[in-house]
């Protein structure tokens, strides 16, 4: 059985870096066939997909996040971590990381089978 | 980017009752679609993946439907457990995966 586990802290200041970790028990990131990825969701609202990486190394990110978020696995490898840059208050969310499947005819057509609880981040001064 | 609109925003009903949500995507995901379960304070749950194949430990009670652009979760006899917001994802067209808004199914 898989789980995860988000940690990092729960208050960040605009502008600053947002650097949240995922640790994962029952399997590794260097696993092949997964997606390990980070979602969020903002409060009171939906879900939002940031990105993922695949293969310990290759990452794809939602574009409208691209050019201030970067996923990397942790040299241990039960461990990804997430960096989202220059933040504010629009980046306040419930952050989850989660394992991607292949659920689909064709690579990265990724649903999400398993969930972390969720860390409340808030950006405030 | 696929926008997924999910109908209704809420839905009132009692339990043993059947009920039927609905999530239209704005092009065609062929089956690429999920359907997850979120209660307050968790995170999702995976229902339903190929727009018609259960998870893993989900009760048959649970079905899904549809292709295309068109598709339905249903869900045969309320129980109180479900009681929940249910969220839509497509896999079709990437980056970036997108989510409908969310049904709210709320007791009577």
């Known amino acids: 059985q898989v789980q995860l586990q988000e940690s990092g802290p729960g208050l960040v200041s605009p502008s600053q870096t947002l650097s949240l970790t995922c640790s994962v028990s029952?399997?590794?990131?260097?696993?092949?066939?997964?997606?390990w990825s980070w979602i969020r969701q903002h409060p009171g609202k939906g879900l939002e997909w940031i990105g993922y990486m695949y293969d310990s190394e290759r990452t794809y990110y939602n574009p409208s996040l691209q050019n201030r978020v970067s996923i990397s696995a942790d040299a241990s490898e039960i461990q990804f971590s997430l960096k989202l840059t220059s933040v504010t208050a629009a980046d306040t969310a419930v952050y989850y990381c989660a394992r991607g499947r292949d659920f689909g005819d064709y690579e990265g057509e990724v649903g999400f089978d398993y969930w972390g609880q969720g860390t409340l981040v808030t950006v405030s001064s | 980017e696929i926008v997924m609109t999910q109908s209704p925003a809420t839905l009132s009903v009692s339990p043993g009752e059947r009920v039927t949500l609905s999530c239209r995507a704005r092009e065609t995901i062929r089956n690429n679609l999920a359907w997850y379960q979120q209660k307050p304070g968790q995170a999702p749950r995976l229902l339903i993946y190929?727009?018609?194949t259960r998870a893993t430990g989900i009760p048959a009670r649970f079905s899904g439907s549809g292709s295309g652009t068109e598709f339905t979760l249903t869900i045969s006899s309320l129980q109180s457990e479900d009681f929940a917001i249910y969220y839509c994802?497509?896999?079709?067209?990437?980056?970036?995966?997108?989510f409908g808004q969310g049904t709210r199914l709320e007791i009577k």
């Open positions: 994802q497509q896999y079709n067209n990437w980056p970036p995966y997108t």
């Open positions: 029952g399997g590794s990131v260097s696993s092949g066939g997964f997606y």
């Open positions: 190929g727009a018609s």
